[in-house]
């Protein structure tokens, strides 16, 4: 048998066709044009994985089941996307819509859920009882799974672990909100750090190698501090102070066998490994506590659509996760 | 057959023998001691839960199993005590120990582990799919329940809500860290809030009923808030802020069916409930997001004995949770 995985994001649609390991066999992909109609958005889903399954060379019949890794908030059990803020959608009848399609089962979560599912089935956590994945990208998303299935609570809002209170009447956040986890550790809060960080330094080689602040990425943060930049250097500490202190809530709360970071900041591999395993004695409870690896994330891109075949393997239609 | 489930507490022993509903049928107690060596504290327990037996009129052979509920960390897979602040007991082997006084299978888990469990079992959060717990009382102690089983972690230390960071750099914790939750959720918080406000406030309720600060406390402060002290409202309206968040927080991580409120400031009943439901929707994300119901915890000081028990009726010897 083999699976379909839909990676829908703001920007692109990827599918792809894997084998039972969560290997992918073939791939397409085309632009989402979120501004659309969700009926086209969902009709171009639809053919990218047909376009998918033609190069792989496999039959339709072959197609167990179809699985779907959202930015946004779905309901498996009625196969509807709640709310995706990127594309405006709210109460979407997705499953309905695609199997109109394409008439295989249909299953539905969070992007974030679906790159962790994947990671625990063919990545870094796989083996592991239990793993809760962060993804530090433009937010912060998250995913918690719990003996191989991925958790996503009574009304499929749970492991929204960018949202957690960090700092009470911190920062507001696009949720509306203040003081969320993803406005500290998100790659978007640590380029506000670099930017708020060369205001008052001018010389630093972050403002050298950006050009102007509104330039300054993740990227050339990390760079900098990797070089030595002093100023990189303590924006880079301070993001890591924060990020420490995040993994540190996950361990209070749900004691996880592995932590896996994704997400563009953990491109910056063992040097930000390196950081975050340093500081996690300090934030301990009693600072004796024994507590989960932190892991980087091995899949990249493609646990979307690794993680969006794989939940078409673990679920019945209608269950819920 | 019957249960024996024993509440170790910092100053008291409480040991019950239950049925297979929870059902207590009867009790016995004594002092803690915990300044004694821990064999003596251990050989307490056991005089306990044979004078429980005793009183229930079963023979010993009906007994299947007993639980225990520490003020602390244990690990169930080995049976040995991690840590217990209040008794100085660090890496205890209570299975063991109490083995050598009564022969039967022993499992061990934290105080509020085994109070959530006594709710999700016999209580109010009977029949949830998922549920968490938060004891709020001299500090702030938690369980998760998934399935029908306590989630306790893949170190045995999960759970430990009281010790999330709220607040980045805040009131330093007994745990060494600072800004936990249990800072500003526990009734000794609430307190420290009600002394702080009757310093510029000395014409409070709270105070004239206390008589001077030292005396005063939650069950104080929430009674002159009842009556409508605008000094303790404002007080009361503070700290269910961060008793609103901090619920959030649980929502946004793992979306529980039920969240249970338990502990000292539970008493103060539907005053406490309907201020939180009341802040609840303020700070969902998006304002939107679908959530389990708040109750309030409804066994009381049994919830000890009683989840105790309730151990050694879903797990195997060795198990970890």
């Known amino acids: 048998m083999i699976y379909i995985g839909i990676d829908l994001g703001g920007t692109k649609i990827a599918a792809g066709v894997t084998g039972l390991k969560g290997n992918i066999l073939s791939e397409a992909s085309s632009a989402t044009g979120a501004q659309r109609d969700y009926k086209e958005v969902v009709r171009d889903m639809a053919s990218c994985a047909l376009k998918a399954l033609e190069q792989s060379g496999r039959s339709i019949d072959k197609v167990e089941a179809i699985g779907i890794g959202i930015p946004g908030i779905a309901d498996n059990?009625?196969?509807?996307?709640?709310?995706?803020?990127?594309?405006?959608w709210h109460d979407i009848p997705l499953r309905e819509e695609l199997q109109k399609h394409i008439r295989k089962p249909v299953f539905i979560d969070n992007d974030a859920t679906v790159a962790g599912l994947a990671e625990s089935m063919a990545?870094?956590?796989?083996?592991?009882?239990?793993?809760?994945?962060?993804?530090?990208?433009?937010?912060?998303?998250?995913?918690?799974?719990?003996?191989?299935?991925?958790?996503?609570?009574?009304?499929?809002?749970?492991?929204?672990l960018g949202h957690l209170t960090m700092e009470m009447g911190g920062i507001p956040c696009t949720c509306g909100k203040r003081?969320?986890?993803?406005?500290?550790?998100?790659?978007?809060?640590?380029?506000?750090?670099?930017?708020?960080?060369?205001?008052?330094?001018?010389?630093?080689?972050?403002?050298?190698?950006?050009?102007?602040?509104?330039?300054?990425?993740?990227?050339?943060?990390?760079?900098c501090a990797k070089e030595g930049d002093p100023l990189a250097v303590k924006v880079f500490d301070r993001y890591?102070?924060?990020?420490?202190?995040?993994i540190n809530s996950i361990v209070s709360f749900l004691d996880p066998e592995v932590i896996v970071l994704g997400g563009g900041i953990s491109m910056a591999g063992q040097f930000l490994l390196d950081a975050v395993n340093k500081k996690m004695p300090r934030y301990l409870?009693?600072?004796?506590?024994?507590?989960?690896?932190?892991?980087?994330?091995?899949?990249?891109?493609?646990?979307?659509?690794?993680?969006?075949?794989?939940?078409?393997?673990?679920?019945?239609?209608?269950e819920s996760l």
Not at 127 to 156: D, E, M, Q, R, Y
Not at 306 to 312: E, S, T
């Open 179 to 223: 003081g969320c986890l993803e406005r500290y550790c998100s790659a978007t809060a640590l380029i506000r750090m670099g930017r708020e960080a060369v205001r008052t330094h001018p010389d630093s080689l972050i403002l050298l190698r950006a050009g102007k602040p509104e330039k300054i990425s993740g990227k050339i943060i990390i760079d």
């Open 285 to 318: 409870m009693f600072k004796t506590m024994p507590y989960g690896r932190v892991e980087l994330a091995v899949l990249g891109n493609s646990a979307g659509i690794i993680g969006a075949a794989m939940l078409g393997m673990i679920l019945k239609e209608g």
């Open 123 to 160: 990545g870094v956590s796989a083996g592991a009882a239990s793993s809760v994945f962060l993804t530090l990208g433009t937010g912060v998303g998250g995913a918690i799974i719990i003996n191989g299935k991925p958790w996503t609570g009574a009304h499929g809002v749970a492991s929204e």
């Open 240 to 246: 890591t102070d924060y990020l420490a202190l995040a």
């Open 77 to 88: 059990s009625t196969g509807r996307v709640i709310f995706c803020t990127n594309l405006g």
